[in-house]
């Protein structure tokens, strides 16, 4: 009923920018928090930043002063502005969003995750 389709991952040097736009579609009554987070390999998933329904923004401290979420309400679309970059940002970026929407006559609140898209900042 609802997906999350990330897209603007892809390579960049030490000291580059990168945007990430993460696109919610389907039956969506309301779309609450949503964030960002970020797997590197053998590592666990960790939240990057989030950003509430009101704009209200929370950073990882790893990327405090470097990385921007933001979103357009209208669109249903959160964006991350990533600023420069380090290879330890090298990671599959995942999109999260907390959604409201009608089941069975009932207004219900589900998680959803996109499908990822990696990020690498290598020379």
């Known amino acids: 009923q609802v997906q999350l389709v990330e897209s603007g991952g892809g390579s960049v040097q030490p000291g580059g920018s990168l945007r990430l736009s993460c696109a919610a579609s389907g039956s969506i009554f309301r779309i609450n928090a949503m964030a960002w987070y970020r797997q590197a390999p053998g590592k666990q998933r960790e939240l990057v930043a989030g950003?509430?329904?009101?704009?209200?923004?929370n950073y990882a401290d790893l990327v405090k002063g470097r990385f921007t979420i933001s979103r357009d309400n209208a669109k249903n679309t959160v964006y991350l502005q990533m600023n420069s970059t380090k290879p330890e940002d090298t990671a599959v970026y995942y999109c999260?969003?907390?959604?409201?929407?009608?089941?069975?006559?009932?207004?219900?609140?589900?998680?959803?995750w996109g499908q990822g898209t990696q990020v690498t900042v290598s020379s």
């Open positions: 950003i509430t329904s009101d704009g209200r923004t």
């Open positions: 999260n969003a907390d959604i409201a929407l009608w089941i069975a006559m009932a207004l219900s609140n589900r998680n959803y």
